[in-house]
Structures are given as structure tokens and as C-alpha cells.
């Protein structure tokens, strides 16, 4: 506990300092990002000078506690969200010299994600890892298309929830806040989770509305494997319901929106995924993201709860 809590002060400290020199790196080569013609089109000239690389910090600290903590637990678990952003990285780069908010290709981009989570459920199957929760039974065949299958919706899920300022972020910290009564109780997932919160919370400084800062698809793949990460290496597949509670639904109803649409020629949302809904009746993008991170805390809360009764207790195992 006390290493875990040295080590997230040095990473808070960290985060602040590089987040804060890299903001101003970001603007003296006007790394910023195209804004999208369909957007909800709110604040568009605002948004579109803010710095949006803010999860290149994501990577650099990710891979300082990678080499700081060096061991298969390490490995396994920092790979995924180092892949994932750097991934991410590629599409944010790809955006920035075409000055298009089009940067990776949809499908080139879900091919790369496909065979990185491929990969990595490997690397855990042939360690044993996989499995729903304790006390259930671990059907191979079942966990892992489900553990391949999370990794790669996580990534996507928090990409699709990062659109306001603040909350992917905000949300993530409080996924961050549970996991700890998720997993086992070891020193390496305590280190890990506080690594990752200070991480985050000093990006947030920088990233509360009116954002200076944004993280890009870099820090969204990041983090969305970071989440993914921590709950499949210590082979919790069902952890993922609570972690990813208001991500799940922020990617739900950007599929329903498609589908009605595709299928239907009607819209269910005035505009997916659901905070724009929300921004599109009116609401302020404060209003939008606090209640959201309010859903996130609950459902993730109460899901928490509900696996808890479920089985051994997190410490237990």
C-alpha cells in the first residue's frame, strides 16, 4: 500500500508536469484536430485550436511503469493499453498531416485492433488466466471470444465516449475506483490501479471544461485497454460490465442509431453516440458530462455490488 500510494504521487506529479509542457509543445506546432463536419457543431472553433494529442503523456508514463515494474505480471498488463495507444497514435498522426478528421481508416484501424486483442487473449489463455469471475466455471471456448471480444470493445468504447471535455476521463477515474473491489487485493494490481488513477487525474486538471487539452485516439485506446487490461489478466471477463458500465451504453446507442438508420430510415437520437443527444435538447456540455459521470458512478457501483454477491470476495482469490 505504501509503495502503491509514493508511486501515484510521483505519477500524479508526473502527468501534471508532462501534460503541461506538452500542451505548449502541442501549440507551437499547432498539433490540433480537424473537427468533424457532422458533429453537433458546438464550440467547433473553440475545440478545434485546443491541443488533442494529450494521451502521448499516456504512453510515456505507461511504459516508465512497465520498465519500473518489469515482470509478466507487468508485461501482460501494460502491453494491451501501449498497443492500443499506439494504435491510436498512428490515427491521431494520420489526422494531423492529412488536416482531415479523418486520419486511420475505419476498417485498417479495427484490423489492427483485431490482431493486437488477438494476440494478447492468446498470451493469456496459454497462461491461464482467463475466466468469468470466481466461482464460476472457466469454459475456454467461451472465455475467449468474450475476453477478445471486451479487449477490442473497450478500446472502442472509450474512443466513443470521449467527445466533452472531461468525460472519458471522469468516467474512467471512476471505473479506476472499483476495480480495486474487483480484483484480487495483491500489491501489483493496488500498484497498477493507483498508477493509472494519478495518471488520469492529472490529465483531468488539464481536461475539465473548458478543456486545454484533449487525449486523441491515443489516449482513448490507451485507457480503454489500460480498463480492459486489469480486469482480464486477473481473469474477471464479468468485471468488465461494471468498469464499462456508461461506455457500454455511449457504443449501444451509437449501434441502435446506425441500425435504425440503415435499417429503418429513422432516427432514434437526435445524435449518437447518446451525449450528443443530450447536447443536441439543449443541455450544456457541464450539464451533460456531470450527470453521465453520476451514471457511470452508480451502474458501476451496483454491478459492483451484484458480482460481489455472486462469489468469493475480490481478496479472496
Given amino acids: 500500500m505504501t509503495r502503491a500510494a509514493w508511486l501515484g504521487g510521483i505519477f500524479f506529479f508526473l502527468s501534471l508536469v508532462l501534460q503541461g509542457l506538452w500542451i505548449q509543445v502541442q501549440r507551437r506546432m499547432s498539433l490540433t484536430q480537424a473537427q468533424k463536419s457532422y458533429g453537433v457543431g458546438i464550440d467547433v472553433e473553440i475545440k478545434a485550436a485546443t491541443p488533442s494529442m494529450g494521451g502521448v503523456v499516456f504512453l510515456v508514463l505507461g511504459f516508465l511503469a512497465l520498465v519500473m515494474d518489469w515482470s509478466v505480471d507487468s508485461l501482460l498488463l501494460w502491453s494491451l493499453p501501449l498497443a492500443g495507444g499506439a494504435i491510436g497514435l498512428l490515427d491521431d498522426g494520420l489526422k494531423f498531416f492529412?488536416?482531415?478528421?479523418?486520419?486511420?481508416?475505419?476498417?485498417?484501424?479495427?484490423?489492427?485492433?483485431?490482431?493486437?486483442?488477438?494476440?494478447?487473449?492468446?498470451?493469456?489463455?496459454?497462461?491461464?488466466?482467463?475466466?468469468?469471475?470466481?466461482?464460476?466455471?472457466s469454459h475456454g471456448w467461451?472465455?475467449?471470444?468474450?475476453?477478445?471480444?471486451?479487449?477490442?470493445?473497450?478500446?472502442?468504447?472509450v474512443n466513443i465516449t470521449d467527445g466533452l471535455d472531461g468525460l472519458a476521463?471522469?468516467?474512467?477515474?471512476?471505473?479506476?475506483?472499483?476495480?480495486?473491489?474487483?480484483?484480487?487485493?495483491?500489491?501489483?494490481?493496488?500498484?497498477?490501479?493507483?498508477?493509472?488513477?494519478f495518471m488520469v487525474a492529472g490529465f483531468m486538471f488539464f481536461n475539465i471544461r473548458p478543456a486545454k487539452t484533449f487525449m486523441g485516439d491515443t489516449g482513448a485506446h490507451f485507457l480503454g485497454g489500460a480498463l480492459?487490461?486489469?480486469?482480464?489478466?486477473?481473469?474477471?471477463?464479468?468485471?468488465?460490465?461494471?468498469?464499462?458500465?456508461?461506455f457500454g451504453l455511449e457504443t449501444l446507442s451509437s449501434a441502435i442509431?446506425?441500425?435504425?438508420?440503415?435499417?429503418?430510415?429513422?432516427?432514434?437520437?437526435?445524435?449518437?453516440?447518446?451525449?450528443h443527444h443530450f447536447q443536441r435538447r439543449g443541455w450544456d456540455e457541464t450539464?451533460?458530462?456531470?450527470?453521465?459521470w453520476l451514471v457511470q458512478a452508480v451502474g458501476a457501483v451496483l454491478l459492483t455490488l451484484l458480482l460481489l454477491a455472486m462469489g468469493k470476495p475480490a481478496a479472496g482469490v
Fill in 98 to 137: 492529412s488536416h482531415s478528421s479523418e486520419g486511420f481508416r475505419s476498417l485498417g484501424k479495427l484490423r489492427a485492433q483485431l490482431v493486437v486483442c488477438a494476440l494478447w487473449t492468446g498470451f493469456l489463455f496459454f497462461d491461464g488466466r482467463l475466466g468469468f469471475w470466481p466461482g464460476l466455471p
Fill in 142 to 157: 467461451l472465455a475467449i471470444p468474450l475476453a477478445f471480444l471486451g479487449s477490442v470493445g473497450m478500446m472502442n468504447a
Fill in 228 to 246: 480492459a487490461a486489469l480486469c482480464l489478466v486477473n481473469g474477471r471477463i464479468l468485471a468488465l460490465l461494471p468498469v464499462g458500465f456508461l
Fill in 257 to 275: 442509431q446506425i441500425f435504425t438508420i440503415r435499417k429503418l430510415n429513422r432516427r432514434i437520437f437526435l445524435m449518437a453516440p447518446l451525449h
Fill in 287 to 292: 450539464e451533460v458530462t456531470t450527470r453521465f
Fill in 169 to 197: 476521463g471522469g468516467c474512467t477515474l471512476i471505473s479506476l475506483g472499483v476495480i480495486p473491489f474487483l480484483v484480487p487485493a495483491a500489491d501489483f494490481n493496488v500498484t497498477a490501479v493507483a498508477v493509472l488513477f
